[in-house]
């Protein structure tokens, strides 16, 4: 009885392994091991190994992992997308990221709340508070409606650039608006 794991077998595996800190490391001898079997990889397999190189810290090698993915022809969706610009955003590389962002956008994908709230407060946290509005106008104008992330975000900013009456305007907006602090 011969069985043989298929592409969704192997990324739940791998799915664990890069969850489980002592596993992380494995999860690449698995991945090798997928390859070796001709077992192709799909957008899912990169995504889970993308978003654990970037939580680990490992921008270069999720980069690697990227254009890997591209170069078997895979192209890269909304939730690859959203992983690359999270990533990049949480190491400090907005500009970066939102070229991404755009190249999604001019990809046909429609970026989530989560690229979105990525980008602002990627921004916000380099102290970027003129672009983070600007991009917030731009995301107002495709539809985007900010959420307490995005509010959580653009307040911090604000309160770390000392510019503390503009924050707490931004607050009364927020609470106008209905959306309450956690």
Do not use: W
Request: proline share 3%; aromatic share 12%; with cysteine.
């Amino acid at each position: 009885f011969d069985c043989r794991p298929d592409v969704f077998t192997y990324n739940v595996i791998l799915q664990v392994m890069m969850r489980e800190e002592i596993f992380f490391m494995l999860a690449f001898a698995v991945y090798n091991e997928m390859l070796k079997c001709n077992c192709a990889p799909n957008q899912y397999t990169f995504s889970i190994l993308m978003d654990g190189l970037y939580k680990k810290g490992r921008v270069g090698d999720a980069q690697k992992m990227f254009d890997d993915m591209t170069s078997r022809g895979i192209s890269p969706n909304s939730v690859t997308y959203t992983i690359l610009i999270s990533g990049l955003c949480q190491r400090g590389n907005a500009e970066d990221a939102l070229k991404l962002f755009h190249e999604m956008k001019s990809g046909g994908h429609t970026p989530d709340s989560v690229a979105h709230n990525a980008l602002l407060d990627g921004f916000c946290k380099l102290g970027r508070m003129v672009e983070a509005f600007e991009l917030l106008r731009l995301f107002e104008k495709d539809g985007f409606v900010l959420g307490l992330r995005g509010y959580s975000s653009l307040i911090d900013g604000l309160f770390k650039a000392r510019r503390y009456n503009e924050a707490f305007e931004l607050y009364a907006v927020m609470l106008k608006k209905n959306i309450k602090p956690d």
